[in-house]
């Protein structure tokens, strides 16, 4: 019986890769003499190129979902942005609403501003 050059497994004539590692070997004829170890190169690595970015575990939000979000936010600017936050399952959406609600805080802190400042300019004058 011959052995395997990478892993000196025994293997049985007329295989062409090694049982024990998978290495490719030549078929060893039964009337050669057994061969003389001769140098041979380990087989190479194979490495497989890795994803760049992890793939998305979250599903992808249709357009006709996100043209219902945006209605309802619209039509009703608080309470829709409240609805649309318990509602929703994607985070996406979520953090839409949670956005919509910061923008509607920042339009009413700016409008009660622009009140007070034009009640306070009035009185000056």
Same mark, same amino acid.
């Given at each position: 019986?011959?052995?395997?050059? %990478?892993? +000196?497994? !025994?293997?049985?004539?007329?295989? %062409? ?20 170890? !001769?140098?041979?190169? &380990?087989? !190479?690595?194979? %490495?497989? !190129?890795? &994803?760049? %970015?992890?793939? $998305? +575990? ?12 945006? =209605? /309802?936010?619209?039509?009703? &600017? ?6 649309? /936050?318990?509602? $929703? *399952?994607?985070?996406?959406? *979520?953090? #839409?609403? *949670?956005?919509? /609600?910061? =923008?509607?805080?920042?339009?009413? $802190? $700016?409008?009660? =501003? /622009? =009140? #007070? #400042?034009?009640? #306070? ?5």
């Amino acid at each position: 019986m011959a052995s395997c050059p %990478y892993c +000196t497994a !025994q293997i049985a004539p007329g295989l %062409y890769q090694c049982p024990n590692c998978g290495s490719p070997l030549t078929p060893v004829d039964q009337s050669m003499t057994p061969m003389v170890a !001769q140098p041979v190169m &380990p087989p !190479q690595p194979i %490495y497989t !190129q890795q &994803p760049m %970015y992890p793939a $998305a +575990t979250e599903p992808v939000v249709p357009t006709r979902s996100w043209i219902g979000y945006l =209605l /309802l936010c619209a039509c009703m &600017p608080v309470l829709g942005s409240i609805i649309t /936050l318990c509602t $929703a *399952k994607e985070n996406s959406v *979520k953090n #839409f609403a *949670k956005a919509f /609600l910061i =923008l509607i805080g920042i339009g009413c $802190a $700016a409008l009660f =501003l /622009l =009140l #007070f #400042f034009a009640i #306070f300019l009035d009185s000056m004058y």
